[in-house]
């Protein structure tokens, strides 16, 4: 008798609280770029770890092999910041491996309207999200908190 195939996809979700408090809740997609990173590591070629983290002014789903977030008219360079070893927690409950990145970002201009988020691996856009406009004033802190579950079989 066969196991059963498990139709546990990798999911993740994001809230992401402003300085003054407002907060935005979403799913997020994995991208062809991230599946490719999850891919290398799993095979152990070289594959740069998450580092990044990006926002944006899309409005719609980027496509599968989507590689950037849309930077409307804002320099693409005020758009990131880094993430490090320390932003992330691993643990494992029940049938669920699950990364939990913890991040801020802190815009050196106002960046009004932003309604995506990514994390990144060098160039390699890993996941996307989309949630309502929210204006992220410069110098103040926005908080991402990203849970991102990695199912498997008993």
Known sequence: MGMQPRSG?????????????EQRRTHNSVLAGGAGLVARLFAGQPATPIDGVGVGFGTDPLPPDGAALRPGAADPANLTGPIGPADFTVTTTGDVVRVSITATFTPTVELDGVTEAGL???DVLYNHVLFDPVTLPAGKA???FWDIDFPFDH
């Open 9 to 21: 996809r990798i999911r993740g979700r994001l809230r992401l609280v402003t300085a003054g408090g």
């Open 120 to 122: 990144s691996a060098g």
């Open 142 to 144: 926005v908080s991402f």
